[in-house]
């Protein structure tokens, strides 16, 4: 029912996963990413009233067994499906594929978008990332891929730079299970959903390195993500946090495709109500959000700046539906990162 739905090719994982040629609308939200805090007003704070009638749209969660937020304190029900990375595994695995150590250690940074941009030294950081793993592939945010001085600051230092390509593009997931599929190691700055994604395949994962600062107060401290998830901030077994990670990410709430596509909406014939919410309800519930005619969830500015309806007029149109990404191709692949263009040295 709203463009989040279909960020980083979750959609397009899961109509594959379900049997179907391209992705549908859903009836309700679905998480989008690996969350500190409860995904609630992280993601679905623009839609304070879905959720709250069991017969109408759902608020699909990754968990109920995060350490980030207790399912039971929230305002509203949630159902667990698992991620779409353990969907896109599970499909992969039944294919013959496996994880390798081929494309040697990743370093993910902690990213910035259009309306939060990350103060901090990436020089320093690039120096520290070769210093601790050497020569890296580090795969960069599609909004930071715009900025010379960081793209330099990277490329100066000799790592190769890659992305995943725009959050709209159905094959994101797939280019990042390649990129962490074949990593020897994955790092980053902050604990992150990449991290996760590693972790949960068994690789070496570790956040070391200038954590750097986002443009916005933060809702979690460092210091209590170290203290929540101290495994990930040290030399731990591989094993040890795949098991954490596979937690995070909602193993235990895989589901097989046809439940699936009962909870998804997709079970039936087409059915106008999810796809008016896409294109009117969620349009139109977001513009009262940035004119201040209704109020956001309680906590869910903690991901965005403190700034009115100039901070989203500058990119209207990333607000707005698109059609519905196109469906993967059969069988399911992983494919390679994009590469970045890097300025003259």
């Known amino acids: 029912m709203d463009i989040q739905n279909h960020y980083y090719g979750h959609s397009a994982v899961l109509a594959a996963y379900c049997g179907l040629p391209r992705p549908r609308h859903m009836s309700g939200l679905l998480q989008h990413g690996w969350t500190l805090v409860s995904p609630l007003p992280v993601h679905f704070g623009d839609f304070p009233r879905v959720g709250r009638r069991p017969d109408h749209r759902r608020l699909l969660v990754w968990s109920h067994r ?3 937020w207790d399912p039971t304190a929230a305002d509203r029900p949630t159902t667990a499906i698992g991620s779409p990375f353990l969907y896109l595994e ?6 013959g594929w496996s994880p390798s150590t081929d494309g040697g250690p990743v370093f993910v940074p902690f990213h910035g978008t259009r ?3 990350i103060r901090g030294d ?13 020569p890296s592939t580090v795969c960069l945010h599609a909004d930071d891929c715009s900025d010379p001085d960081l793209l330099d600051a990277w490329a100066s230092a000799g790592h190769h730079l890659v992305t995943a390509g725009e959050r709209n593009d159905p094959w994101f997931l797939p280019r990042i299970m390649h990129l962490v599929g074949t990593a020897s190691r994955v790092s980053s ?15 070496p994962v570790r956040v070391h390195g200038d954590p750097l600062v986002p443009g916005v107060q933060e809702a979690t401290s460092l210091e209590e993500v170290e203290r929540r998830w101290p495994e990930f901030h040290c030399e731990s077994a591989p094993d040890d946090l795949r098991t954490i990670a596979r937690d995070e990410l909602g193993e235990h709430g895989l589901l097989s495709p046809a439940p699936l596509r009962d909870v998804l909406g997709w079970a039936g014939r087409w059915s106008a109500g999810p796809a008016f919410d896409y294109w009117v309800g969620s349009p139109i519930a977001k513009a009262g959000m940035v004119v201040g005619l209704t109020r956001r969830t309680e906590g869910s500015t903690v991901s965005l700046p403190d700034a009115g309806p100039l901070q989203f007029l500058r990119h209207p149109l990333s607000h707005l539906p698109n059609p519905l990404p196109r469906g993967l191709d059969q069988p399911v692949a992983t494919t390679a990162p994009l590469p970045v263009p890097t300025p003259r040295i």
């Open 66 to 68: 995060s350490r980030a």
């Open 122 to 134: 990436h020089k320093k950081l690039a120096r520290q990332v070769a210093e601790a793993d050497g």
């Open 189 to 203: 700055n902050r604990l992150s959903t990449a991290l996760m994604y590693a972790a949960a395949l068994g690789k």
């Open 115 to 117: 309306l939060v941009r």
């Open 90 to 95: 599970r499909t992969l695995r039944q294919q």
